[in-house]
């Protein structure tokens, strides 16, 4: 099992060797045991006060949009996340705080596939801490202890521990905060929708109009025969027809650009030959928010292209 740690501000995610992994376990375990604590882990909807007074109990209430917005404002001075906390606590996602006030009881749900979308870590669990607050003795020892154990402090009491005991940074960085694909697709589309009403408002209008025109005054010419009578019309009608045609044309490009990038996502995810079903979709749903995006930039070099042949009708 790795274990990933997070510090505000910090675009790393930093590799933790084993030995030093199980010792964050083990502290874990130890601080997290319900004797200690001296309370029930089990999960409660019975508001009591100990759980507003509890952090360890009252992470039970704390619900997923408490989690995603305090990860996001770095409230948490630590973070830690790990495939599998069964050893720990629970088996489903959970964010451990301490707050200063109960929070109204919210279920947790999705709150793993959230994280994975945001973090880009497969289905992961969280214990975050705050260090702010000075009124909970056991959880600020827990952490000090834990920080020690990241900084390499332990190494001055354990001198025999090998250099692989200190914390490596790997480069790289969060992804941008997951948008959903089809809330992406939909701006595009009310994109699309709003370009195509300037234009018709601002060239296909004058040239419906022309076209008009054009039409009456072949009815007011009376030595048309009905041949050509409807030759007339035709031509009249024609810039229509060729104007509609145009804009069709490049409206089914975007589409078929949109489409063809959003084939490209689905073989990247298939790919990367990845079984789980969350992780493809995380690789999946931003590269076709991405594909939005970079069609919903290119709009306006595509209304003055269409607005260029328009306006030669």
């Known amino acids: 099992m790795k274990v990933y740690v997070a510090a505000p501000g910090q675009h790393n995610w930093p590799v933790i060797p084993d030995d030093i992994q199980d010792h964050l376990l083990a502290i874990l375990s130890e601080y997290l045991n319900e004797e200690k604590l001296e309370i029930s882990l089990k999960r409660s909807r019975t508001k009591t006060k100990i759980l507003s007074k509890h952090p360890i109990k009252q ?15 770095n409230q948490c001075s630590l973070v830690f996340v790990c495939t599998s906390l ?13 707050q200063l006030h109960s929070i109204p009881s919210i279920r947790i749900k999705n709150l793993s596939t959230m994280l994975t979308k945001i973090f880009s870590i497969p289905h992961c669990s969280t214990i975050g801490f705050k260090l ?50 089809k809330h992406s697709q939909r701006k595009l ?18 040239i419906y109009g022309d076209a008009f025109n054009c039409s009456y005054r072949c009815t007011e010419d009376q030595t048309l025969d009905p041949v050509k009578f409807n030759q007339c019309v035709e031509k009249c009608s024609s810039k229509i027809t060729q104007a509609e ?10 589409q078929e650009r949109l489409m063809r990038c959003i084939q490209s996502c689905e073989d990247k995810a298939k ?3 990845d079984k789980d079903e969350g992780r493809l979709r995380s690789i999946f749903e931003p590269c076709v928010v991405n594909c939005a995006n970079e069609i919903h930039q290119l709009l306006p070099k595509i209304e003055n292209r269409i607005s260029d042949q328009l306006k030669r009708f």
Do not use: W
Not at 162 to 179: A, D, L
Not at 245 to 254: D, F, K, L, R, Y
């Open 86 to 98: 069964v050893p720990i606590i629970l088996t489903k996602p959970i964010l451990l705080l301490s």
């Open 271 to 273: 790919d990367s030959g």
């Open 189 to 206: 589309n009310d994109a699309i929708s709003t370009m195509a009403g300037t234009l018709h408002r601002n060239y296909l209008r004058r």
């Open 59 to 73: 992470h039970l209430a704390i619900g997923l949009r408490c989690v995603i917005r305090c990860i996001k404002q």
């Open 132 to 181: 702010s607050c000075q009124e909970h003795e056991q959880l600020k020892n827990l952490v000090n202890n834990l920080l020690q154990i990241i900084n390499g402090c332990e190494q001055q009491q354990q001198p025999s521990s090998s250099s692989s005991s200190s914390v490596t940074f790997i480069p790289g960085k969060m992804i941008s905060p997951y948008q959903n694909p």
């Open 245 to 254: 045609q145009a804009m069709s044309q490049e409206m089914q490009h975007v």
